[in-house]
């Protein structure tokens, strides 16, 4: 098993045999172990609804030949692909990922519980910002302060159990002993004074489970999601960032970076939330065209407070987005837009790749 040079052999190995991932049928992130899945993971990577009444188009960009096909309304590129392995843990820049049934591959297959199988995130547990996920070859390393690193083989499960997140149960595998340990030692000092220890477990979706978004905004477009909030893709616009960095900074209050918000697909080019405005998202990838359809906004919770390299919480960027963002439709702030797959499973994205779509109006 392979290991960078400068990484001590002192690390916590984690390695079960009572159940394997291997060519499920089912192409979940949990299922996509095999070749296909881990050739997206190049060396040198770096690791790290539409509205509900009726919108209208506005005209469409013009070329300049005018024998040419019409423009997208807006155009721009892919800027930067995340994917969080561990639901509510710090996130895995990359440079592609596949496309799979529940979003990009690996995003939010495994997520943290209380010992009765109830999903735990930053809202309880600010420091699991600062556990970070390495994915190199069949294993997945997680590191934190204070902590050996732990290696999970990517690869195996052990017995078969259940875990809630919101109002979904939903089957999962238990990922054993170790990491549980792991995880409570790690979480431990956060219990309130006096509380009794709260042990914690590390599950691993179940690619035969079949977790799916709500119909009310994905229609009729079936979409399956593993352990994110309620969807399977996040894509915010580089733009959005920068109006929301520009309102802080006239306040004397410091920029923010795009991990606070925890994107899968950043877009760059575009305009300021135009992302909340895109009918459909078309990728142009060698493979084939991909289509993706932005469909409810993201209601957003404590979690952008959290500095994500240090785990304090301060309001001053939830107090700015009320100030602009509030969305009386979803009942709360909303920065970026839940999407969902029409077209393109399996294919490669990648950074750089081309982007455009119709934008839509009241």
Request: charged share 25%.
């Amino acid at each position: 098993m392979a290991h960078d040079a400068a990484t001590p052999y002192t690390d916590i190995q984690c390695s079960s045999h009572r159940g394997h991932f291997t060519d499920l049928a089912r192409s979940t992130g949990a299922g996509r172990l095999g070749g296909t899945a881990q050739a997206s993971w190049s060396p040198g990577a770096q690791w790290c609804s539409r509205f509900a009444r009726p919108l209208q188009r506005r005209p469409a960009v013009t070329t300049s030949d005018p024998a040419a096909t019409p423009l997208f309304d807006t155009e721009g590129t892919i800027a930067r692909l995340f994917i969080y392995p561990i639901k509510s843990c710090a996130g895995v820049e990359l440079t592609e990922a596949i496309l799979t049934e529940t979003g990009l591959d690996l995003d939010r297959s495994w997520m943290v519980v209380e010992d009765g199988g109830m999903f735990v995130t930053q809202r309880e547990q600010p420091r699991m910002a600062l556990i970070r996920p390495q994915l190199r070859g069949d294993e997945i390393i997680l590191r934190a302060p204070g902590m050996l690193a732990l290696h999970l083989r990517v690869d195996v499960v052990e017995a078969v159990t259940q875990a809630r997140i919101w109002d979904d149960v939903v089957s999962c595998y238990d990922m054993g002993d170790t990491a549980a340990q792991w995880f409570s030692d790690y979480l431990a000092p956060q219990r309130p004074a006096g509380a009794p220890p709260r042990p914690f477990r590390l599950v691993r979706f179940d690619p035969e489970q079949r977790r799916i978004a709500s119909r009310r905004w994905t229609g009729d477009i079936e979409a399956q999601n593993q352990f994110s909030d309620g969807f399977p893709m996040l894509v915010i616009g580089t733009a959005a960032l920068d109006g929301l960095n520009r309102r802080l900074q006239a306040q004397g209050l410091e920029p923010v970076t795009m991990e606070r918000f925890r994107p899968n697909i950043v877009l760059d080019g575009i305009d300021e939330h135009d992302e909340d405005r895109i009918d459909t998202i078309h990728i142009t990838t060698p493979e084939g065209p991909v289509r993706l359809r932005p469909v409810k906004p993201c209601t957003r919770c404590p979690i952008p407070n959290i500095d994500p390299l240090t785990a304090t919480s301060s309001p001053h960027v939830g107090d700015m987005l009320q100030t602009y963002r509030v969305d009386a439709r979803v009942g709360g702030v909303t920065f970026g837009m839940n999407a969902v797959t029409v077209e393109g499973l399996d294919k490669v994205l990648r950074v750089g790749q081309p982007v455009g779509g119709h934008l839509q109006f009241d």
